[in-house]
C-alpha cells in the first residue's frame, strides 16, 4: 500500500528555519508531481510549492525567496526548506504526490497525515 509520510515540524521562532520531508513507500512504479499544501486554523488548504517530477519548481507568491522544494527521485522524497519564517507560515503542512503504484498500476493522488509547524512572533 502507498503511503507518504511527513516529518521536521516543530515549533521555531520568527526568522527561523525547519525542512520538512515527505517520503513515498510501498509498491511504486513512478511518482509525477509533488507538493506541499498547508492549512491554517480557519483557513483553506492553500498550494505552497510543486515540483515536476523533472525537477521544476513553482512557489505561492507567499513564500518566495523564503522556501525551497526539492526532491530525491531515488528516494522517493520531497523536501521544503523553509527559512526566514513567519507568523503567517504557521499551519499544517501536507504533502501531495501524483503517484502511479506498481499494483493496481492506476495512477492516483495521494496525501500525507500533516505536520504542524508553528511560528512564535
Known amino acids: 500500500q502507498v503511503q507518504l509520510v511527513e516529518s521536521g515540524g516543530g515549533l521555531v521562532q520568527a526568522g527561523g528555519s525547519l525542512r520538512l520531508s515527505c517520503a513515498a513507500s510501498g509498491w511504486i512504479f513512478s511518482i509525477n508531481g509533488m507538493g506541499w499544501y498547508r492549512q491554517a486554523p480557519g483557513k483553506q488548504r492553500e498550494l505552497v510549492a510543486v515540483?515536476?517530477?523533472?525537477?521544476?519548481?513553482y512557489y505561492a507568491d507567499s513564500v518566495k525567496g523564503r522556501f525551497t522544494i526539492s526532491r530525491d527521485n531515488a528516494k522517493n522524497t520531497a523536501y521544503l526548506q523553509m527559512n526566514n519564517l513567519k507568523p503567517e507560515d504557521t499551519a499544517d503542512y501536507y504533502c501531495?504526490?501524483?503517484?502511479?503504484?506498481?499494483?493496481?498500476?492506476?495512477?492516483?493522488?495521494?496525501w500525507g497525515q500533516g505536520t504542524q509547524v508553528t511560528v512564535s512572533s
Open positions: 501531495n504526490a501524483g503517484i502511479r503504484p506498481i499494483r493496481p498500476f492506476t495512477a492516483g493522488d495521494y
Open positions: 515540483i515536476t517530477s523533472g525537477g521544476s519548481p
